[in-house]
């Protein structure tokens, strides 16, 4: 029972790559959220869905990011063509919605490109 | 300029110490204000939450919020070893529905024996 879970953990690749990276939030948690932690840099938020919907994707950096999100649960954030700059932690969130303040993170994924 | 300005340390003090933790904004709007804790290799997790200015307490933690200065405030009593992790602040506008959450950078906490 889980708390947020994420994965891979880590993910190495080359400039150029495609990458996947998947949240799967606490079970019945209707918003979830991505963001970027970079040295130095704090957490960026990326995007927020409510449900399947993103009503706020103003965080994502450029067309090569992508998320979706889809039966109110997984969360799948693609990174298309990886420069060296995406390399960062990549953390996902997730809250139970309505009133409810708290975010619950996971672990993150590591990212690596070389 | 940032949003959110946070001081990152590390800072080290001995066990036993009361520990400051600051950060300032520059965004008026903001109402709700945060404080999470994030050990090496795991997620933040919530520590301190609170609503406008004012003070809340937990246990050994104690959050501040002065808006009219834009500067907040976590101190920690009686520290010990295992609160040694980053301390971060974070802040929104509104609560509820799409509250993304604007972060300082952290500060690192090394609590000595």
């Known amino acids: 029972g889980a708390g947020v879970s994420q994965s891979p953990s880590n993910k190495v690749t080359e400039k150029g790559k495609d990458v996947e990276l998947r949240c799967d939030p606490i079970s019945g948690h209707t918003a979830l959220y991505w963001y970027r932690q970079s040295l130095g840099q704090g957490l960026e938020f990326l995007i927020y869905?409510?449900?399947?919907?993103?009503?706020?994707k103003s965080g994502l950096p450029s067309d090569r990011f992508s998320a979706e999100r889809t039966g109110g649960s997984v969360s799948t954030l693609t990174i298309q063509r990886t420069q060296q700059e995406d390399s960062a932690v990549y953390l996902c969130?997730?809250?139970?919605?309505?009133?409810?303040?708290?975010?619950?993170f996971g672990p993150g994924t590591r990212l690596l490109v070389l | 300029q940032k949003e959110v300005e946070q001081d990152p340390g590390p800072l080290s003090v001995p066990e036993g110490a009361i520990v400051s933790l600051n950060c300032t904004y520059s965004n008026s709007a903001f109402q709700y204000f945060m404080w999470y804790r994030q050990y090496s290799r795991k997620g933040p997790e919530l520590l301190m939450y609170t609503y406008s200015s004012g003070n809340k307490e937990d246990g050994r933690f104690t959050a501040q919020v002065d808006k009219s200065s834009k500067y907040i405030s976590l101190f920690i009593r009686d520290s010990q070893p295992s609160d040694s992790a980053t301390y971060l602040c974070?802040?929104?506008?509104?609560?509820?529905?799409?509250?993304?959450?604007?972060f300082g950078t952290g500060t690192q906490l090394k609590v000595e024996l």
């Open positions: 974070a802040m929104s506008p509104r609560g509820g529905g799409g509250n993304k959450l604007t």
């Open positions: 869905f409510q449900g399947n919907s993103a009503p706020d």
């Open positions: 969130a997730s809250r139970q919605g309505g009133l409810a303040e708290t975010q619950y």
